[in-house]
């Protein structure tokens, strides 16, 4: 399986921006980088995703450094609604496409 | 109306007991999940299927079973329920772009076996 790894939890202040980190060292050239998150009692919800380049969405920014092997998911300003647990998957062709989980990080945002 | 809807959202049965999980999605995707949410744990695959002919098992398969009765239906069975069964369940469904495609998951059901 393709591996991910992330801090179990993070805390930021409200309307100041989150860097959320993820390490992906055995990620393959046909891997996509999804985030994923996942708000109390519900089920997870679609962030961001991308291959190679940076990508922005309304939600959030996602940064992947030029080797592929890390991660960033950028909040640019976090509100109360983002605290949640946020996961970094790999999407591998050759696994029928399913996602891995692992168990992601809990963000916490204070008032 | 929700993408992806599962019924019902709780349910407490007995050991022993047949129980049946069901998800439909309006997505229009060929691709459904089932996954398992252990408290404090991201979640594991159960069983995936890519059309009405194709079942694939997961990580954790046994003791479950599933049927894809349509595009839109993926149900997952429990044949005997036991207590260590007792978990989040969530359904997702994803469309055919390969790797390049998000995933679209359900509210989940709340499983108590007693």
């Known amino acids: 399986d393709a591996k991910t790894t992330q801090p179990n939890s993070m805390e930021s202040n409200e309307e100041e921006p989150v860097h959320l980190p993820c390490n992906h060292s055995t990620i393959s050239g046909t891997d996509y980088i999804h985030w994923y998150r996942q708000l109390p009692s519900q089920g997870p919800e679609y962030v961001i995703h991308g291959l190679t380049s940076n990508v922005n969405n309304r939600m959030a920014s996602l940064a992947i450094a030029e080797d592929r092997k890390s991660s960033t998911l950028i909040l640019h300003r976090a509100t109360l609604r983002d605290a949640a647990v946020y996961y970094c998957i790999l999407s591998t062709p050759n696994t029928g496409n399913q996602f891995y989980f692992g168990t992601g990080t809990s963000l916490t945002v204070i008032p | 109306d929700a993408d992806v809807t599962q019924t019902p959202r709780n349910r407490i049965t007995k050991t022993g007991k047949r129980i049946m999980l069901e998800c439909s999605q309006t997505?229009?995707?060929?691709?459904m999940y089932w996954y398992r949410q252990d408290p404090g744990l991201g979640l594991r695959l159960i069983y995936y299927?890519?059309?009405?002919?194709?079942?694939n098992k997961g990580e954790i398969s046994d003791g479950y079973s599933v049927s894809r009765q349509a595009q839109a239906k993926f149900s997952l069975s429990l044949e005997s329920a036991i207590p260590n069964q007792t978990a989040l369940y969530f359904c997702?469904?994803?469309?055919?772009?390969?790797?390049?495609?998000?995933?679209?998951f359900g509210q989940g059901t709340r499983l108590t076996v007693v």
């Open positions: 997505k229009g995707h060929d691709r």
């Open positions: 997702a469904t994803r469309g055919g772009g390969g790797p390049n495609t998000e995933a679209f």
């Open positions: 299927s890519f059309d009405v002919k194709d079942i």
